[in-house]
C-alpha cells in the first residue's frame, strides 16, 4: 500500500512524469479525435449504404453486393481490436512510415472502428420513420435530397449519440494500443506503470482516462438532448403550461385587475 501511495505522489509531483502525462493527455485527445472523425466519415459512408441499399431501402442495390458488404463489416467488428491492429500497422506503413507511437496508431484505430460506426449509424437511420421517408419519396424527392434533407436531420440525435460512444470506444482502443506501440495515456501506462511495477503512476493514467471519458459523454449527450426535436417540443410545452398557471394565478390574486 505505501508502494503505492508513493508510486500515485511521484507521479503528480515528479516535473518529468507531470510532463509526460500533459504529453500523453494531448496525444490521446488528438488521436482520438481524428481517428474518431474519419472513422465516423467512413462509417457514416457505409451505414448509409447499408440502409439505403438494402432490400427494403430507398435505392436497392445487388443483393449480392450488399451480402458481401455486410459480410466483410460483420468480420472487421468480430476481430480483436488488439490483432486487427497488429495486422493493420504493416499495411499502413508505406504510408506512416513508422509502426510506433501515436502518428502510427490513427489509421488503424481508424480502420477498427469504421465497421462499428457503420452499425451504429445503420441503426440510428433505421430509427426515422418511414412515413415521413414516403412523404419525401412521394413528393418527388431524389435519393440524395432524401438522404441529405430527410434521413440524416432526422436521425441527428441518434447519430450524435452514437458517434460520442464510438468516440469514446476509440479512446479505449487507443489506449490498449500501448501495448504494441502506441503513444498516449496507454503507453504511459503500460511503460511506467504495468512494466515497472508502479502501479501508482497506472492508477493516475486510468484516473485521467476515465476524466476524458466522462467529459466527452456529458458533452456528447448534451448536445444529442438539445439537437432532439422531441425533447425541445416537450421542453416548450412545460415552458408555456408553466406560465399560463402564472398568469391565471395574477389574475386571481388580490388586488388583480
Not at 8 to 35: C, D, H, R
Not at 73 to 80: G, H, K, M, Q
Not at 120 to 143: F, H, N, P, Y
Not at 222 to 246: F, G, H, M, P, Y
Request: glycine share 10%.
Amino acid at each position: 500500500m505505501d508502494k503505492f501511495i508513493s508510486g500515485v505522489t511521484e507521479a503528480l509531483t515528479n516535473p518529468k512524469m507531470q510532463q509526460e502525462f500533459l504529453s500523453g493527455t494531448w496525444e490521446t485527445i488528438y488521436s482520438t479525435f481524428l481517428a474518431t472523425l474519419l472513422a465516423c466519415v467512413l462509417g457514416l459512408v457505409l451505414g448509409v449504404i447499408l440502409v439505403t441499399g438494402g432490400k427494403d431501402g430507398i435505392r436497392p442495390l445487388p443483393s449480392p453486393l450488399m451480402k458481401v458488404l455486410n459480410f466483410i463489416v460483420n468480420i472487421l467488428r468480430s476481430v480483436p481490436f488488439l490483432i486487427l491492429m497488429m495486422m493493420l500497422l504493416p499495411v499502413f506503413k508505406p504510408i506512416i512510415k513508422t509502426t510506433i507511437g501515436t502518428p502510427a496508431a490513427i489509421l488503424p484505430l481508424t480502420a477498427a472502428a469504421a465497421p462499428f460506426v457503420a452499425r451504429l449509424v445503420e441503426t440510428s437511420l433505421r430509427e426515422v420513420d418511414k412515413g415521413v421517408i414516403e412523404a419525401a419519396q412521394s413528393m418527388g424527392c431524389s435519393t440524395m435530397q432524401i438522404i441529405c434533407k430527410v434521413i440524416l436531420p432526422e436521425s441527428k440525435p441518434a447519430l450524435i449519440g452514437g458517434f460520442t460512444t464510438a468516440l469514446i470506444t476509440i479512446l479505449g482502443y487507443g489506449s490498449m494500443a500501448g501495448f504494441i506501440g502506441g503513444g498516449g495515456l496507454g503507453k504511459i501506462a503500460i511503460n511506467y506503470g504495468y512494466n515497472k511495477y508502479n502501479y501508482g503512476v497506472m492508477f493516475v493514467a486510468v484516473v485521467l482516462i476515465v476524466v476524458l471519458v466522462q467529459i466527452f459523454q456529458t458533452i456528447g449527450t448534451r448536445v444529442a438532448a438539445r439537437c432532439d426535436k422531441r425533447i425541445a417540443r416537450t421542453n416548450r410545452r412545460s415552458r408555456a403550461a408553466e406560465l399560463r398557471k402564472e398568469m391565471r394565478k395574477n389574475r386571481h390574486a388580490p388586488g388583480a385587475m
